[in-house]
């Protein structure tokens, strides 16, 4: 809802630039305008100033339009972003009204900072800065806008004795001048920033020693009746611990093994095209691994010819910090040849995926992910299979975008097949399906032909879930899991990518008697875990004990990663690695609030922590309690949520579509007292 607003608000904000500039120039023309020729050039510039008007006026509607979905929305545009232009075009006005007679020496320096003014302000919705950056942000603006009215009084003074060509041109050299070395200076301070000396990271290589410390723009928000518990944040009796030494039981005998074998190989999709994949053990999806909840998992990784190197990460399962699969911070990938063990107990059943995490925008596209199904502890009843005794049918299915013959071509498929496929179920069997997203856009999955329940959100099970009717859309978050039961009916049942904006074939029939394909299904209702199921006793939901507080905000627009300027998606203003890192104790309940500004959904992801989602834009959880890994943050949405901080380590929190976090969008959450030496001692693996 909120994001054509966004976008309304950049294209009104380009607008303003133009009859902005117009009218500085018009302004220009008046001064140095014969008296003939001056009622002429008072009308163009009155039609110039006065659209600037109407649009900067349109500007304050939007903003206003988006404080409906909480002040976090609008906050930036009404503080920093909207005030010069007010500012300095009230100004013109006012000028413009008082005395639109020409050489009047307060009109151009009027209008002229009312350009300025404009200009500042699509700076500001350009370059998007973070909530600690605000008083910066005001005091330049504030300094902008009084060096233009300054300059350009002195320079029409010198104007009306007309000393020549310089003068007259002048206040326009001097607005670039101000303009661009304000640019420069506050794009500099931003990227560096708590960039730490000497640390050359890519962006591949996530450094966690090297990782910028402290939470100065994260603790700004600690007013808001946050206490500090005091906890001893010199790292208490248990003293500096590496990430290194934080890992799964390495005594004990495993309960389960596996080895996984990266390599290459060619993928054929079901429709015949072929992918240059990567695959663990010769098939993308990788293998389904299944562990019991408090069984030791050990799993063997062996590289055998996959160039980038890769790691393998339990999206999902709050591993030990050194199982985590993080290179540059929990271990270094693995190269051609070598190998890596992994071993941890899962603390909860449910649904889970594995992937590499090195170069993961290229590597996890072309398959190098898996299912890790956690099953319940032995001597627990499986939900669902008491009433009617039989097996539940089980299926994990991906939703993957497969690289296609194009380079920007993706071809949506359920796992490997881009086109429909079918399988019997008997009628009376209870049904699970586990739902897996990953791809790097959230993905639409319609279902159709049975009511069904959704019984768990990222491997978290809901509490008392009602049965959905049927035609009822599921939306998975890039990275995030769903699981859907049923008992199988009579009636098939589809499922099929939505195709409403890539035309895609991928479909799945379940069918109790002969094979057939499945249905064509157009949009139905979208579920919203907001108000489904229904609250535990003792849980109240919207707890407001907190021992911390953080604040993160996405915004899109102009900054310099990788040693490079880019248009990119951003935290709190920031690229990797110049995003502040978060530091908690172990013990601390955190409090975070998300708030999307951009154009774009961006899933969030905490490594080796599940949240709780308490509300969205304001509207509180009122249903089963919402736990999640993968959290998608639509433009214009605004999540509160909180976890405890309970699994020590440096945790990497980034966006779940690989190529925004390829291109910056992470930072870390990293507890006092632990360190990570993997990077600068000389076995990064690049
Ligand atoms: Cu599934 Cu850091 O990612
Ligand atoms: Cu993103």
């Given amino acids: ?204 290589d996530w450094g966690g020693g090297a990782v910028p410390a402290q939470n100065s723009a994260a603790d700004a928000h600690q007013g808001h009746g946050a206490q500090h518990t005091g906890h001893d944040s010199s790292g208490g009796s248990a003293g500096t611990r590496d990430v290194e030494d934080l890992t799964g039981p390495r005594a004990r005998t495993p309960d389960v093994r596996y080895t996984l074998t990266a390599a290459h190989r060619t993928v054929k999709l079901a429709s015949g095209t072929t992918v240059d994949a990567l695959t663990f053990n010769g098939t993308s999806p990788g293998p389904e691994l299944r562990v019991r909840q408090g069984e030791l998992l050990e799993v063997t990784l062996v590289n055998k010819d996959v160039k980038e190197g890769v790691t393998v990460h339990w999206h999902g399962v709050d591993v030990p910090n050194a199982e985590d699969g993080v290179p540059g911070v929990t271990q270094d990938a693995v190269v051609p040849g070598g190998r890596h063990v992994y071993r941890f107990v899962p603390d909860r059943a449910g649904t889970f995926w594995y992937h590499t995490h090195r170069d993961a925008a290229q590597t ?160 139905g209702t979208l579920f919203d875990p907001l108000a489904y199921g229904e609250p535990t006793s003792g849980q109240p939901a919207g707890t407001d004990r907190a021992d911390r507080r953080f604040e993160m905000v996405f915004d899109n627009g102009f900054g310099f990663f990788d040693g490079g300027f880019t248009f990119a998606n951003t935290i709190n203003g920031r690229l990797y690695p110049n995003v502040p890192t978060l530091m908690v104790t172990e013990g601390d309940t955190v409090r975070m609030r998300i708030t999307n500004r951009s154009i774009m959904d961006h899933p969030v992801h905490l490594h080796g922590h599940r949240v709780r989602v308490l509300s969205r834009n304001g509207d509180a959880v009122t249903g089963s309690p919402w736990y999640t890994d993968t959290l998608n943050v639509a433009p214009g949405e605004v999540f509160e949520i909180v976890f405890s901080a309970d699994n020590p380590g440096i945790w990497m929190d980034h966006c779940h579509n690989q190529e925004h976090a390829a291109a910056g969008m992470v930072m870390h959450l990293a507890y006092t007292g632990i360190t990570s030496d993997l990077h600068g001692n000389g076995h990064s693996p690049e």
């Fill in 364 to 523: 996890v596209k072309r398959g190098l992910f898996g299912a890790l199904v956690v099953e319940p502890p032995a001597d627990a009843t499986p939900a669902g299979s008491a009433s009617s005794g039989q097996q539940p049918y089980e299926r994990v299915v991906f939703t993957h975008l497969w690289p296609g013959k194009g380079t920007q071509d993706l071809v949506p498929a359920f796992d490997a097949a881009d086109t429909v496929r079918s399988t019997s179920v008997a009628p009376g069997r209870p049904v699970r399906l586990r739902l897996i997203n990953s791809s790097d856009e959230p993905q639409r999955i319609l279902l159709g032909g049975a009511p069904f329940t959704v019984v768990a959100i990222d491997g978290n099970a809901l509490n008392r879930p009602a049965a959905l009717k049927a035609r009822t859309d599921l939306l998975l978050p890039a990275g995030g899991r769903l699981d859907v039961a049923f008992t199988m009916g009579r009636e098939d049942f589809s499922l099929r990518l939505d195709g409403a904006e890539t035309p895609n074939r991928a479909g799945l029939a379940l069918n109790p008697g002969p094979s057939k394909a499945p249905a064509e299904l157009s949009r």
């Fill in 1 to 204: 809802m909120f994001e054509p607003l966004f976008i309304i608000d950049l294209t009104i904000t380009l607008l303003t630039l133009v009859t902005a500039l117009m009218a500085g120039r018009r302004a220009g023309r008046l001064a140095r305008a014969t008296d003939d020729g001056a009622a002429q050039a008072t009308r163009r510039l009155r039609r110039a100033l006065y659209g600037t008007v109407a649009l900067t006026a349109l500007r304050l509607v939007v903003a206003g339009l988006l404080l409906t979905g909480g002040w976090n929305l609008a906050s930036n545009r009404l503080v920093v972003v909207l005030p010069p232009a007010v500012l300095g075009l009230a100004w013109a006005v006012t000028a413009e009204r008082r005395n639109a007679r020409h050489g009047t020496v307060g009109l151009a320096p009027a209008v002229h900072t009312g350009v300025a003014g404009v200009l500042l302000s699509a700076y500001w919705l350009l370059v998007p800065s973070g909530p600690g950056d605000t008083p910066a942000s005001v005091l330049i603006s504030v300094a902008v806008l009084a060096a233009v009215a300054a300059g350009s009084t002195v320079l029409a003074r010198l104007r009306a004795a007309r000393t020549g060509y310089g003068a007259v041109h002048a206040p326009w050299l001097a607005l670039g001048l101000v303009l661009a070395l304000g640019s420069v200076s506050f794009l500099g301070y931003q990227g560096s920033l708590s960039r730490p000396a000497g640390h050359q990271a890519g962006p591949m």
